[in-house]
Every structure is written in C-alpha cells, then in structure tokens.
C-alpha cells in the first residue's frame, strides 16, 4: 500500500542524509545572520564613517529588511516551484556577492528620494543591503522548508526550531569576531571577509543537497523523488503525494492565501511581525543605544553577543516545549515573560549612571540576554506552527508569507528604531514602550490560530 514520505520517514529511524540536510541548511542561516547583522553591529563605525544621525542611517538599516520580506515571500514561491534546492543556492549566491559590493558604498553627496535625503554612500549601502535582503529571505524560507521535508515528525518541531537561530547565532558569530575584524581591516573589509565566506556555502548546497522525495512527487517526478527517498529509507517504498486534509479544502492542494489558510495567516502574521519587532529592534540598536549610555564598543558587542548565545539555548527548548505542551501555551508565556524583561531592562538602563560600574554592566548584559531568549523562543515557535500547519502544497510559501509579516515589523524597528532613541533625547523609554507593546501582541497566534501544534498527551 502506498504511503506518503512523511509517514514513511517518521517510521524510520533517522538517517545520516537527514542530518547533513539540517546541518547544511542550518549553515546556510548562520551565513545568513552573519551576513544580516554585521552592519547593525558595526553601526557606530559606519554612521561615524559617513558622518550621520542615527535617524537617517535608518534608511540603510531597514534596506535588508524590506529585501528580506520580499525576498522571503517570492522565494518561498520560487522554492514551491522550481524546488528548494536551487532556490537555496541562488539565494545564498545573491546575499554573499551583495555583502561584498556594499563594501564599495561611498559619496557625501546629499541626495534626495521623496521625504528622505542621505548621502550617497548611505543609499548606495542601502541599495546593497536591499539587493542581499533579498538572498537572506529566500534562503531562510526555503531552509527551513526543505530542512523540514527530510526530518521525521518526532525531529521536525526541534529541528525546525533550532533552524531558526540561524540569524541570531549568526548575531553572535559577528559581534564576537566584529571588535577584532573593524580593528584589523575595518568596517570594509569586514563586509569583503564574511560575504566571500558564505560562497562555499552555494558549493555545499549545489554538490550534497537534494529536493524532498514530497516535493518530487507532488511535481509528477516519480522516478527521481524514489531515487532521492532511498537515502533514508530502506528498500523501496511505494510512495503517494501528500495532500492537503483540512476540511475547508476537501484534500485538495491549496495555496497560502487560501480561505482555508485565513486564521493562520492572520494569527502568524501579527505574532511575527510583532516578535521581529522586539527582536530586530534590540539586535539593530542595542549597540548605538548601549554606547550612548557609556558602554564601550566591546561591552555593547558583548552584551549582543551574550543574546546569540541564550537565542540558541532557548530557540531549541521551545521545540521541546512546543511538542510538551502545545503551541498555544508556549506562545501565551512568552509573551507575558517578554513585557516583563523589556519594562525591567528599559527602566535599568534609564537610571544607568553616567559611568555605569561592573554592577551596571553585568546587569544589563543578563537582562538583554534574557530578552534575546525570550523573543528567539517567540520566533522558534512560529516556525513550529507554520511547519505543522501549512499543508505540503504551499508550506515554502506559507513559511515565506510568515517571514514578510516578521519583516514588516522588522523593517520598522530598524528604520524608526533611531528615530525613537532621538525622539527621547538621552532617553529609552520611547523605544521601549514600543518593544514592550509588541511583545504583547506576541499572544496573536495563540489566540487566533486554528490549527495549533497539540500538546503531546492530545497525540494519539
């Protein structure tokens, strides 16, 4: 009798193919962090470089992001239609060739785009990081796609979330090597050394990757998805297409915007927004912001750091938790833990001293790591849902529309985050009544969602 892969993969025991599959896609994404995040760590040299405020950097700041979004989206398309594979490699091609041209970003002449004036150098950066924004988001949404294809289900919520501290592991590669390499070769080079890095990725991706038996068979490839799935299966397996069992479709495939798809999309798509809100506004400023308040570059990149590392450690715990308890509680308790350690940090480094001692220093750097926990285990948890809830059929898209809506809220972080930090003339309180808010709205998917991850003692 025929099955579908992912039955039959969650039968067997788990393959050395499924391992190097996640661990390639898993480089992928930290390339991807290193890439996204070096110029908000290095964002002090280069706004003092090019002689701006914060508020007008911002505009090079959001670029990624607003490539990202698109990126993510039309991506995860592009991965549903001509595979993941070589969606992934060409992604990954793009953010690396793009993190080296913005190396060449420079000009002091003022230009002006609508309401926005800025200098040539920073709208050249701006259109670099545009370009890579959009590598960063195809790679991301078909990554976690074509990772989770290969895993069986006892693996797949752990795994899928542990993928998605890719970025923020990527956060903590840079802003533990950014202090030695802005010394030894600048911000420049900086951006040369890491984007050429990354193309040995393309090679990993194009020589040992390969599309997921479902996706061959739902493209009509019988003979080759056979081919692929007999590097984890043993003998052959007769296999049939996954279809889609929601009610509202009948089993038939159905895409994203799907009516059958509304509460989720809505549900994923606040709680991601608001989650990369708070995420992308403590990664992009905490630095400026740190440095402001006395901090030294290294403090400021060591508190970051320190966040990359708790981002890992919970990332993959709200795998676990979210195959324990369910999606819907998980989710509720992060967003009321995430309020409290942003009001706590927000009113801490308000009340800083001129000079903060080692008390102050250690205090902070522990509230910004617990903050960075606490949104990572957020945005873990939103890969969880969509993973379990968008059906085979448009799941890279799916994963892709989840990322737009997390960029949305990203891109603003980033681009008014500046503007909030002026806004409160040697205050944060602006900014982080803004972060604390999002937070909140974290709860959206909990409280929308139709199609949550169940609990394990609900599992038949």
């Known amino acids: 009798m025929a099955t579908t892969f992912s039955e039959a993969i969650s039968r067997a025991p788990l393959r050395a193919f499924s391992v190097l599959t996640f661990a390639i896609c898993m480089l992928v994404l930290i390339a991807d962090g290193v890439d996204a995040q070096l110029l908000g760590i290095v964002a002090p040299k280069v706004i003092e470089d090019f002689g701006v405020d914060r508020g007008t950097f911002g505009v090079a700041m959001s670029a990624a992001l607003v490539g990202f979004g698109l990126g993510s989206w039309g991506g995860g398309w592009l991965g549903d239609a001509i595979g993941r594979r070589y969606s992934l490699a060409l992604a990954a091609l793009v953010f690396s060739l793009a993190t080296i041209a913005a190396s060449w970003s420079e000009g002091s002449e003022i230009l002006t785009f609508g309401p926005l004036s800025a200098p040539q150098g920073v709208w050249e950066l701006a259109l670099w990081r545009l370009v890579g924004g959009l590598g960063f988001g195809s790679a991301y949404a078909n990554a976690i796609a074509l990772a989770s294809e290969w895993l ?15 970025t923020p592991a990527g ?5 533990a090597i950014a202090p030695w390499l802005v010394a030894t070769y600048g911000w420049r080079g900086s951006f040369v050394g890491l984007g050429a890095a990354t193309l040995v990725v ?62 989720l999309n809505l549900g994923v798509g606040l709680s991601f927004a608001a989650a990369a809100l708070v995420a992308y506004g403590m990664l992009s400023w905490t630095t400026t912001m740190l440095t402001a308040q006395g901090f030294s570059f290294e403090q400021a990149s060591y508190a970051v750091s320190i966040g990359g590392i708790t981002s890992v450690i919970a990332s993959i715990a709200a795998g676990v938790l979210v195959r324990w308890l369910g999606s819907r509680a998980v989710v509720l308790a992060i967003s009321a833990a995430l309020v409290v350690t942003l009001v706590a940090l927000g009113w801490t480094i308000e009340t800083l001293p001129g000079t903060p001692d080692t008390g102050d220093v250690s205090l902070v750097v522990a509230l910004v790591g617990a903050a960075a926990a606490i949104f990572s285990a957020g945005i873990a948890s939103m890969y969880a849902i969509m993973t379990h809830a968008y059906p085979p059929s448009c799941r890279s898209a799916g994963i892709g529309f989840g990322i737009f809506m997390g960029r949305v809220g990203a891109v603003a972080a980033t681009a008014f985050g500046g503007t909030l930090l002026d806004m409160g003339e040697g205050s944060v309180v602006p900014f982080f009544a803004v972060m604390a808010f999002g937070a909140v709205l974290v709860s959206a998917s909990a409280l929308i969602v139709d199609r949550q991850v169940p609990p394990a003692a609900q599992r038949v």
């Open 152 to 166: 069986p289900d006892r693996w797949r919520s752990v795994g899928v979330t542990t993928l998605s501290v890719g």
């Open 171 to 175: 956060g903590f590669v840079v802003a």
């Open 202 to 263: 393309v090679l990993l991706i194009l020589l040992l990757l390969r599309d997921s038996p479902s996706f061959l068979l739902a493209r009509g490839r019988d003979e080759v998805a056979h081919q692929a799935a007999r590097k984890v299966l043993a003998g052959d397996v007769e296999l049939a297409p996954e279809r889609i069992g929601t009610e509202d479709s009948g089993g038939i495939a159905v895409g994203v915007l799907d009516r059958s798809n509304l509460r």
